[in-house]
């Protein structure tokens, strides 16, 4: 069975995600990653940091070592850190 692995950036995401995948692509098993601070961290700061850069980079590393066969980056606020990590990471990242 293939995985996709997803990192949220909060809970909200998780279960709409899990009901898309079983709705459209069922013999897919999702795999969800969720850290709550990454977001918090982006808006105290008021931008995308380095740090949260640095993490999200490791969730993708992680989702990749888990033998995803891609990754989704589920929060548009951290866009730019999931755009940033293509270039080490061999599997495709869905934004």
Do not use: W
Not at 14 to 40: A, G, T, Y
Not at 62 to 78: D, E, F, K, R, Y
């Amino acid at each position: 069975m293939r995985t996709v692995v997803v990192v949220h950036t909060g809970p909200a995401t998780i279960q709409p995600i899990k009901q898309q995948f079983q709705q459209i692509l069922p013999d897919v098993r999702v795999v969800n990653l969720m850290d709550d601070s990454l977001l918090n961290d982006v808006i105290a700061a008021g931008h995308l940091t380095e740090a949260v850069t640095g993490r999200i980079f490791s969730y993708m590393q992680l989702g990749q070592q888990m033998g995803a066969v891609a990754l989704l980056n589920a929060c548009s606020s951290v866009g730019e850190a999931a755009s940033a990590a293509r270039a080490a990471i061999s599997i495709p990242i869905i934004k």
